[in-house]
């Protein structure tokens, strides 16, 4: 077996949380030779028979084969699931890991049952996420390459999540339409239908093949994907056999990423998937306008602009009405010992119109005490005083909000609070307004 590398940046939370989960397990494994990868030379082998070679209960049901089709998380792509069969009964293998020494742990739902060194088992790879698997990272080579070869950008890692992928880009800057003329000459290559071939080099001659990428680390043989005339470069992934089964590759959102940018886009049935869910939701949001899909951006900035004047107007016709409320509870009160006290207490205004009120007030008489209160939307209070008034409001609310159970505090002439319920409400600022004026 030669010494084979994943030359694709790596998951590394992932890839961490796996070193950590395998350090913690005690797997002893008769032998030292490294797991058969059967996957290395056939992407399209679903189903193999394998002897096991050591079994773990604890913390988590495992075990090692001599050899195995299962993919392990490494290289940015996510490991594989399915089944082993023993005996007539089917065990799920929940996640697949390689171990620093070269062997692969098949973790499992529940654990194998009369199965020690030696048993012969078979393996079920679960189909639909390994072709899935293959149409992302195939997708991503063909990706990588289009963006070197178009605009010199590197790819320097690659993620692979269960909805969505994502490469990052060394470079300083991308712009839409670089965007849309990698994302066509991809396209362009799957439409080809080229042939994607697997191969093993020693390393001083793949150092001669001009590579995309070569893995960092020394290793003796290499196995490199070749993506015919388009593409060459070391990984140890599962891919298509020929670039037409990647079916087509949608690019999707950009960031910026510490590198340069990172790009996400999704391939094959994921492709599909994601068109129409972004369809559905394009459709729901145009009947909501009563208008053409193509025309939501346009009906959108049109309410926008629309909500912006209408809240212009509202705040104006707010400002007017307050005035001309103040004005009517001026009119209204009488002086007593040469002030009007004003205590009002409202349904359906918000705290913004009693300040906005409170101001009228103490602005359009010298000698205006207003304790202002609403019951709704939110129980609040704004207790007000003209300016030269001897009162300290701030203070004055502080006691009638600590009846409350409310919070809230100001300045000797303006101070606003907020009440958990109405219940006392009224009462409260009865009590406030008997202590002002007795
Ligand atoms: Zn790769």
């Given amino acids: 077996m030669p010494a ?116 012969r088992v078979r393996g079920e790879i679960d189909p639909a996420r390994r072709r899935d698997h293959m149409q992302q990272h195939s997708a991503q080579h063909v990706l990588s390459a289009a963006f070197v070869r178009l605009f010199n950008m590197p790819t320097v890692s690659f993620h692979m999540a269960d909805d969505y992928c994502s490469i990052d880009l060394d470079t300083p800057s991308l712009a839409k339409d670089q965007i849309e003329s990698a994302e066509r000459l991809s396209n362009q290559i799957i439409l080809e239908n080229r042939p994607v071939d697997i191969r093993f080099v020693p390393r001083d001659e793949a150092e001669k093949l001009g590579l995309r990428k070569l893995p960092p680390t020394g290793r003796d043989q290499l196995r490199l994907i070749d993506i015919r005339d388009f593409d060459l470069t070391a990984c140890g992934g599962t891919h298509v056999s020929n670039t037409g089964q990647i079916g087509s590759i949608l690019l999707r959102k950009t960031e910026k990423a510490r590198h340069g940018y990172r790009l996400e886009f999704v391939a094959g049935e994921r492709a599909v998937l994601t068109a129409r869910r972004d369809f559905s939701t394009l459709t729901e949001t145009a009947a909501l306008f009563s208008a053409h899909l193509h025309d939501v951006p346009q009906q959108a900035r049109k309410s926008l602009d629309e909500i912006k004047t209408l809240r212009k107007q509202c705040e104006q016709s707010l400002e007017d009405l307050a005035a001309a409320q103040a004005a009517t509870l001026l009119t209204e009160t ?86 958990p319920t109405s219940e006392g409400l009224a009462a409260a600022l009865a009590a406030a307004a008997q202590s002002l004026i007795p």
């Fill in 334 to 419: 009488p002086e007593t010992n040469g002030r009007k006290l004003i205590v009002r207490a409202f349904t359906g205004r918000d705290l913004n119109f009693l300040k906005l009120l409170a101001q009228k007030l103490t602005r359009q008489s010298p000698a205006a005490i207003a304790l202002l209160a609403t019951e709704s939307p939110q129980p609040a209070l704004v207790f007000a005083q003209s300016a030269g008034q001897p009162f300290d409001m701030g203070a004055r609310l502080k006691q009638t909000l600590a009846q409350l159970g409310g919070r809230g505090g100001g300045s000797k002439d303006l101070a606003q609070g907020g009440a």
């Fill in 4 to 119: 084979l590398s994943a030359a694709e940046g790596s998951s590394v939370l992932k890839g961490l949380k796996d070193l950590i989960t395998l350090r913690a397990t005690p797997i002893l494994i008769t032998g030292s030779t490294m797991t058969d990868r059967l996957y290395y030379s056939n992407s399209f082998l679903y189903d193999f028979d394998a002897e096991v070679r050591s079994v773990v209960e604890t913390p988590r049901p495992a075990v090692v084969l001599d050899r195995t089709a299962f993919y392990p998380t490494s290289g940015g792509q996510i490991h594989d699931t399915g089944w082993l069969v023993s005996a007539d009964t089917k065990h799920r293998v929940t996640e697949v890991a390689d171990t620093e020494d070269g062997h692969i742990v098949h973790y499992l739902e529940a654990p194998l049952k009369d199965v020690q060194p030696g048993t």
